[in-house]
């Protein structure tokens, strides 16, 4: 008999090496909500953040939020729930001083985002860009990736789209970015990346909760970037260890990737995946994909 969801995980312990903080408003960050999902089924989560989300000042995204400011722009693009929180947080609270005009002449506007993400494009972010509620449209793709965000908002033929992406500190760029904007030219967009925050290393102790000695065995590790394994490989240099002594101490440890682009990822930087979402509009995707390959087990 298939096991209740809110059991699926049942006594597993699952490391993740998620974010746990957003880098601005808009709620609890990535890493909370994969570990509340992970308690709700039963499994004992094992937060290992390997990467931080840190804000900007307010300045690096307010010349884009001064009244009429995105009136050149067709289109707001989010590739991360951290983009729209750290937007959100410079929004301005005036009615009188709102980046996108409300007047019948002005041409209609997209915000975009992916999966579950589009959930902080609720009516409050809204009404706060724009108001006139007719001009604004949310476009949500059915495949959440950034590619599949390019095909959703079509042919640009010279139209700009902002872009709220991260600065990258202490890490390589993941190709994500540079790829969406890439796609975004190719299929005829005037892409502008504008600085929403930065996702940096935690640092050399963010392996420890895997290579103590007396750390309890995982059944599971759940990646959701290639950054987040980039920071897992320096951490593990730094305490002396690397990925094959790793998996040498745990052999049944499960790889988890949160969706194709992640597991591409993580098999660029070396690390063999056993599962993939995928379903990856949100994190249940990738927890139902664990808990299948436990019962096949």
């Given at each position: 008999m298939a096991q209740p969801e809110a059991l699926s995980l049942a006594g597993r312990r699952v490391a993740f090496t998620t974010p746990q903080t957003t880098g601005g408003g808009g709620g609890e960050g990535y890493g909370g909500r994969l570990g509340a999902l992970l308690r709700q089924r039963g499994a004992h989560p094992l937060p290992v953040p390997t990467i931080a989300?840190?804000?900007?000042?307010?300045?690096?995204?307010?010349?884009?939020?001064?009244?009429?400011?995105?009136?050149?722009?067709?289109?707001?693009?989010?590739?991360?729930?951290?983009?729209?929180?750290?937007f959100s947080r410079v929004l301005p609270s005036s009615s009188a001083q709102l980046p996108l005009s409300g007047s019948a002449s002005a041409t209609p506007f997209t915000v975009a985002a992916l999966g579950s993400d589009a959930d902080l494009l609720d009516g409050?972010?809204?009404?706060?860009?724009?108001?006139?509620?007719?001009?604004?449209?949310?476009?949500?793709?059915?495949?959440?990736?950034?590619?599949?965000?390019?095909?959703?908002?079509?042919?640009?033929?010279?139209?700009?789209?902002?872009?709220?992406?991260?600065?990258?500190?202490?890490?390589?760029?993941?190709?994500?970015?540079?790829?969406?904007?890439?796609?975004?030219?190719?299929?005829?967009?005037?892409?502008?990346?504008a600085p929403a925050y930065t996702t940096c290393w935690v640092g050399p102790g963010c392996a420890e909760g895997l290579v103590a000695p007396d750390a309890a065995a995982p059944d599971a590790i759940v990646f959701t970037s290639s950054a987040e394994v980039e920071g897992l490989l320096k951490g593990l240099d730094a305490a002396g260890w690397s990925w094959p002594r790793l998996r040498a101490r745990w052999p049944d440890m499960v790889v988890a990737a949160h969706g194709p682009v992640t597991a591409e990822g993580v098999r660029r930087l070396g690390i063999e995946v056993d599962v993939v979402s995928s379903r990856f509009s949100s994190f249940h995707g990738v927890l139902d994909a664990l808990a299948a390959a436990f019962c096949s087990q």
């Open positions: 989300i840190r804000a900007h000042e307010p300045d690096r995204l307010r010349p884009y939020l001064l009244p009429g400011a995105l009136d050149p722009f067709a289109a707001l693009a989010f590739t991360s729930r951290s983009g729209i929180a750290a409050a972010f809204l009404a706060r860009l724009c108001r006139d509620a007719g001009r604004v449209a949310v476009l949500v793709p059915d495949v959440p990736t950034p590619a599949g965000l390019v095909e959703a908002l079509g042919r640009g033929f010279g139209r700009r789209v902002l872009c709220p992406v991260p600065d990258v500190d202490g890490l390589r760029e993941p190709p994500v970015v540079p790829d969406f904007l890439a796609r975004l030219d190719a299929a005829g967009w005037a892409a502008e990346r």
